[in-house]
């Protein structure tokens, strides 16, 4: 507390009840007590009245503007969809293309034809 040891507060209390004598000195701590309190009550109000005018200016700056809202256009009429053609519908032509033929099967050699992968059995 205050940055005091253990043996100076004692010392301090024993220099307060010689000089005040055991009658006053209950009293003497209640106002010291009542004092401390409202000092620390004050700087509190001080610190958050000054937090609220700092904080107040910064809200103020960084509140963002109200923008009218813009009217949405018009829908067009319901109808068919126009017809996919190379110029509306990117990559059309790649997935209309043919297919490259099957390759032809291997000459028979006698083996039979292993597949490159064997399927997974699980």
Do not use: C, H, W
């Not at 004598?21 to 000054?50: C, H, S």
């Not at 509140?63 to 190379?86: D, F, I, N, S, Y």
């Amino acid at each position: 507390m205050f940055g005091l040891g253990f043996g100076e507060i004692v010392i301090i209390a024993i220099l307060a009840l010689l000089l005040l004598g055991p009658d006053r000195l209950p009293e003497a701590a209640k106002t010291l007590g009542k004092t401390l309190r409202e000092v620390r009550k004050a700087t509190e109000d001080i610190k958050d009245q000054i937090e609220t005018e700092l904080y107040s200016d910064e809200r103020k700056t960084t509140k963002p503007a109200l923008v009218p809202p813009v009217p949405a256009a018009p829908l067009a009429p319901a109808g068919p969809p126009p017809p996919a053609t190379t110029d509306n519908v990117p990559g059309l032509e790649a997935a209309l293309a043919e297919p490259p033929a099957a390759a032809a099967p291997p000459a028979s050699s006698g083996e039979p034809a292993v597949p490159e992968t064997p399927p997974r059995t699980e």
